[in-house]
């Protein structure tokens, strides 16, 4: 329950309160004495300590959501082509062609040998190319284009 206490001597009901005194609540007054600054308005020990638990658990959801979206960041992050390959695939399902990259992941479980025709088929210039990861990051570097029909050019 809140407590009203004056700022200034209040003369209510025939009775005068003195600055600091307790002052008892009245549905039309206290609005305005609150209003007019003569009297604070203070909650009691249990309301202060729902307050501050109420308080403590936005901040610990807060907290809790702001480590989630940093955790999807770095997700997003590690993984730039999964969602651009995503919204390319729904982009060509809708007709429209569409520019990606392919996923460096998916470059990564493939064979030296599979590496090597793809980049031929792909008319890449893989000379240069020595090892794996060579080939997966000219693989990846390249444009590809997805048609409507779902097949890349």
Known sequence: MKKYT???PILYRGRQYAAGAEIPFDKTMT???LDAG????QADAA???AAAKVKAAAE????????AEARA????????????????AEKAQGGERVTGHLDKTMLKRMTVESLKKLAADMKLDASACEKKDDFVD???????????????E
């Open 73 to 88: 960041a770095a997700e997003a992050k590690a993984k730039p082509d999964a969602k651009s390959d995503a919204d390319a």
């Open 138 to 152: 000219l693989i990846a570097a390249d444009n590809v284009t997805v048609a409507p029909e779902g097949g890349a």
């Open 60 to 67: 610990a959801e807060a907290k809790a959501a702001a480590e």
């Open 6 to 8: 004056a700022r200034r």
């Open 38 to 41: 003569s009297v604070t308005e």
């Open 47 to 49: 309301e202060i300590e």
């Open 31 to 33: 609005p305005l004495w």
